[in-house]
């Protein structure tokens, strides 16, 4: 039905381009108010019958809280790389060498290859149980691959402090690694906290590959509201709305935390 009043559609188009811009009949008027409809018809299906829209509300908590515990995640990797990392650049202790180059490798691999393979293979590999959690086999599978951008953010962090507040914290008595949780580690996470907000809001839109591993995630729930009406734009289409508005609120959000910070900063 929408191919065909879309190609009435085309050959209303086509009749105003031939008969000139100033022509404009009611058999063309009726045909562009008959797209205009389906489409709306399109989009009244695919959120209101059958409480449709439920599926896009359940779909984005299951994303919101995936993307949250997955940050988490990716935090707690990422310090503890980044922290091996720059340990190892004075450290002389083979065992920190040896874990600097793990951790190398799994920023290599986790920056070089597709996240949905990493996740088909984290879920083929550990999550074999049919009753895992999902939230948990999300937020470990986006979990790990946000942890290797984390970790250089944080490294990158670290290495913006001055040289002289490790030298001074182990002047007045701190080991490496009191002085690196209480001193080095706070001033960083400070200064990176716009770009650890800008992973966040990126990994927002990443989960959406979980949806492969029938993850009930908001891409995966639209795509079974297009299983019901048998048209799958629309129910993209406004799963495209849910995520750009998130995205752009989350951005605004951080705009005005940076503007307090900085406000901050100068008193």
């Not at 209101?48 to 896009?56: H, I, K, M």
């Not at 935090?75 to 600097?100: E, N, Q």
């Not at 809001?201 to 492969?212: D, F, H, R, W, Y």
């Not at 891409?219 to 995520?243: E, F």
Request: with cysteine.
């Amino acid at each position: 039905m929408i191919r065909a009043l879309w190609e009435k559609r085309n050959k209303g188009v086509s009749l105003i381009a031939e008969r000139g811009p100033f022509f404009y009949g009611k058999a063309e008027r009726n045909i562009m108010m008959e797209w205009l409809k389906s489409i709306g018809e399109s989009f009244y299906n695919a959120w209101f019958p059958e409480q449709r829209y439920l599926a896009y509300l359940s779909g984005l908590r299951m994303t919101l809280l995936i993307s949250l515990f997955a940050v988490l995640i990716g935090i707690v990797i990422g310090v503890l790389i980044a922290v091996i990392r720059v340990t190892a650049r004075t450290s002389k202790l083979f065992i920190i060498k040896v874990l600097d180059k793990i951790a190398l490798f799994y920023i290599t691999v986790i920056r070089g290859t597709p996240m949905i393979v990493q996740i088909m293979i984290i879920y083929n590999l550990i999550f074999t149980s049919p009753n895992t959690n999902p939230i948990v086999v999300g937020a470990v599978c986006c979990g790990i691959n946000s942890g290797a951008y984390v970790a250089e953010i944080i490294r990158a962090g670290i290495a913006s402090i001055p040289v002289g507040q490790m030298e001074a914290g182990r002047s007045l008595g701190l080991t490496y690694t009191m002085t690196m949780r209480t001193v080095i580690l706070p001033q960083a996470f400070k200064n990176i906290l716009p770009a650890l907000g800008n992973e966040f809001i990126s990994l927002i839109k990443e989960t959406s590959v979980i949806s492969v591993i029938a993850v009930n995630d908001l891409m995966k729930m639209a795509g079974y509201v297009g299983s019901r009406t048998w048209d799958v734009i629309p129910p993209y289409v406004i799963a495209a709305a849910i995520y750009l508005t998130m995205t752009l609120f989350l951005t605004w959000l951080m705009g005005k935390f940076e503007k307090k910070m900085a406000k901050s900063d100068r008193h």
